[in-house]
């Protein structure tokens, strides 16, 4: 069948872009997607999702079947000392337990969801695509052209879900750079069960650590610790190991199960305050590549999937029926841009008080918390995770 709706070309075959890309085809525009690796695929590591991302999901299409597929149902089960004491620790039959429960996701089950999905609605991911130049048109007038792989694509709009390095971002707005955090994140995950099967995490000076069921005998842990940038390491495994040698025995257990093959690790990069503005043109940024957030609030790909399905929901739906760009981009942009900056905010205050804290103020810090009524948690987790997509667009 020869489709003539509007068309999009999608910068990015992350999360954000499939869920863009997928949210645009669902409502009849004709999308190309660009990705810049040779091969389609996730890193293998895992995702806590929210509420507020298993809503996406429903919002993108996804039924109960398939978000049961890519993981395993859990819940946030408090904060812990590095010795394992209790900080702020969250038990099952708590009042609030039902603000923090959450998917525990192993990554490249979330991203193959996706993937199966655009390309059942005839989207056309093209890899090997680096993007090197960007036009970025005018809602009004001009189309804009993106250029990838010496092949210039002209659509009636782009999306730039290329990450927290995005080329477009970079070919339209070179001064909003992300920087480094300080800090650097081990990740792997390990054919192991936990008990309990719950999110739990460690904070001890410049350093955090957590653990994550991700399947029924899959576990994910990722240790975050400050470190210089580019720092290189003969052996990740055991360096890991060394760092948090004397953490809680359920942290150094875990990662002596690793394989050392399986560890993973990057330098945590963000982008403060994200994109002074969403779009430009004909282009409209997502993802990291608009507002990639330290991950000490876990709502990178929550976020991301929020946006792919406001892509369907705040502009892709409105123009196929006949409405205007300018203003479904502008209305994307009041909409998105106010709630991400909120979550980066309250990501940098929980590194602030957690992971980024040095070790004079742990003390004082954890006896403060311990005096944490388990009400500021709920009214917390709520204000972020009771998100829910804009209503479909007649």
Not at 228 to 246: I, K, V, W
Request: charge should be neutral; aromatic fraction near 6%; glycine fraction near 12%.
């Amino acid at each position: 069948m020869v489709q003539t709706g509007p068309t999009a070309v999608v910068a990015g075959a992350g999360i954000a872009g499939l869920a863009s890309a997928l949210g645009l085809a669902q409502a009849g525009w004709q999308v190309t997607v660009l990705e810049r690796a040779a091969e389609l695929g996730e890193v293998g590591a895992g995702v806590a999702l929210s509420r507020n991302g298993v809503a996406s999901l429903r919002g993108l299409g996804l039924d109960d079947e398939a978000i049961s597929s890519i993981g395993v149902s859990t819940r946030a089960g408090g904060t812990f000392d590095l010795r394992g004491g209790p900080i702020m620790p969250i038990e099952a039959s708590a009042a609030h337990a039902e603000a923090v429960t959450m998917r525990g996701v192993y990554r490249p089950r979330l991203h193959d969801a996706l993937l199966d999905r655009v390309r059942a609605h005839d989207v056309h991911v093209k890899t090997g695509a680096a993007v090197t130049d960007v036009v970025a048109g005018s809602p009004d007038g001009e189309q804009a052209v993106v250029t990838a792989g010496g092949t210039d694509h002209r659509a009636d709009l782009v999306i730039a879900a290329d990450g927290v390095n995005s080329a477009v971002r970079t070919a339209l707005a070179p001064q909003q750079r992300p920087v480094y955090s300080g800090y650097s994140s081990w990740r792997a995950v390990v054919p192991v069960a936990i008990d309990p099967a719950v999110l739990t995490q460690y904070w001890g000076p410049h350093a955090e650590f957590g653990t994550m069921p991700v399947g029924p005998e899959l576990t994910y842990w990722y240790g975050y610790v400050a470190m210089p940038q580019g720092s290189r390491l003969l052996d990740e495994h055991t360096a890991a190991r060394e760092r948090f040698a004397g953490w809680a025995e359920p942290v150094r257990d875990i990662i002596d199960a690793t394989p050392p093959a399986a560890v993973l690790r990057h330098d945590v990069v963000h982008l403060p305050g994200g994109m002074r503005r969403y779009h430009l043109g004909r282009v409209l940024a997502v993802g990291d590549a608009a507002h990639a957030m330290l991950p000490t609030m876990g709502q990178g790909a929550a976020t991301a999937l929020e946006d792919g399905v406001c892509v369907a929901r705040l502009v892709a739906e409105p123009v196929a029926s006949g409405g205007e760009l300018a203003g479904a981009l502008a209305e994307f942009d009041a909409v998105r841009r106010p709630r991400c900056r909120t979550i980066a905010r309250a990501a940098l205050a929980s590194a602030l008080i957690g992971s980024h804290l040095g070790p004079f103020w742990q003390g004082a810090r954890n006896a403060l918390m311990r005096r944490t009524p388990s009400s500021v948690i709920s009214r917390g987790a709520h204000a972020v995770m009771d998100w829910t997509p804009p209503p479909p667009r007649p």
